[in-house]
């Protein structure tokens, strides 16, 4: 079975696996499917620009009569409508996609811009992403001239946030020398990356609507739980401020309590001191007295 197939008219009728070349331009995506196809369907070409404009599906059979669907993409940043090119790649899976290969190159050190296109495709097929992807690492041929191991290649180059995508896929990584003429080499490479590919539950159109319904359920419950904090963040701080407020009006209350206690004891002291004298040796009892006297006698 071969031929090329694009996404307007697409339809296998044999069940089969199907992986997805996804990768920065030049890394060597189209490359990398025609050494899986075992012959050149892809164009493909050192450029600067990329080759590949749209999602192409190419399929062979096995010698075991497996089928193998290899669908090319253009490079994620070589187009501004990527998460519809996507769509189309899972629309040309008939069967699911078994398997996403992010194609890196070990002639380029890992940059940014290819870590960007992970994060793209976690965010675009979901959570569930790193279970179907796959690192394929193209330029084994120059590794071979420097007669180096791809181990040794990442245990001298490898820059963190490589080993963490490597870790986050389970360390499934492969090494493919896409010049080799040698048939055995052709052979144990393509095995090696076949025996990677997820023989589970393939990604679908249906798992692409339940990651949608997914992330938006945990967008919804995230902003619910955002503003309940929020809400509980207003309550606590009006709670707080009706607290300050019954304190102070409490401080007042207590200020003016003091103040009339201290003037209360003042004038209770005033009543209660010794008597003033009125004129010379005469007090205020004693004039008192003296006009009680004058009224009983007058009387």
Request: aromatic content about 6%; some cysteine; glycine content about 6%.
């Amino acid at each position: 079975m071969s031929g090329s197939t694009m996404y307007d008219d697409a339809e296998l009728t044999s069940p089969s696996q199907t992986v997805v070349l996804v990768g920065r331009t030049g890394n060597g995506k189209s490359a990398t499917g025609n050494s899986i196809l075992g012959r050149k369907a892809f164009q493909s070409r050192a450029s600067s620009s990329g080759v590949t404009t749209t999602c192409e599906l190419e399929s062979t059979v096995l010698k075991d009569g497996q089928i193998i669907n290899v669908i090319d993409t253009p490079g994620l940043f070589d187009f501004s409508s990527g998460s519809e090119l996507m769509k189309k790649c899972i629309n040309l899976a008939k069967d699911g996609i078994h398997a996403i290969l992010v194609v890196l190159s070990v002639r380029t050190l890992f940059s940014q811009e290819e870590e960007a296109t992970i994060c793209s495709l976690q965010n675009f097929f979901g959570s569930k992403s790193t279970d179907y992807m796959i690192v394929v690492f193209t330029g084994g041929d120059e590794l071979e001239e420097n007669d180096e191991t791809l181990e040794d290649y990442l245990g001298q180059e490898c820059p963190q946030p490589l080993k963490e995508i490597l870790t986050s896929c389970h360390n499934r990584y492969v090494l493919f020398n896409n010049k080799t003429e040698d048939e055995t080499q052709k052979a144990k490479q393509l095995q090696q990356l076949l025996s990677l590919v997820n023989s589970g539950r393939p990604y679908t159109g249906d798992t692409y609507v339940e990651f949608q319904v997914e992330s938006k359920l945990k967008d919804a419950t995230s902003k619910l739980e955002q503003k309940l904090v929020e809400e509980q963040a207003a309550r606590l701080e009006a709670e707080k401020m009706a607290q300050t407020i019954s304190n102070n009006e409490i401080r007042e209350l207590t200020a003016h309590l003091e103040k009339a206690r201290i003037e209360t004891e003042a004038l209770r002291n005033q009543l209660t001191q010794r008597p003033r004298k009125l004129g010379v040796g005469v007090t205020v009892v004693q004039f008192s007295d003296m006009i009680a006297g004058m009224a009983l006698s007058s009387s």
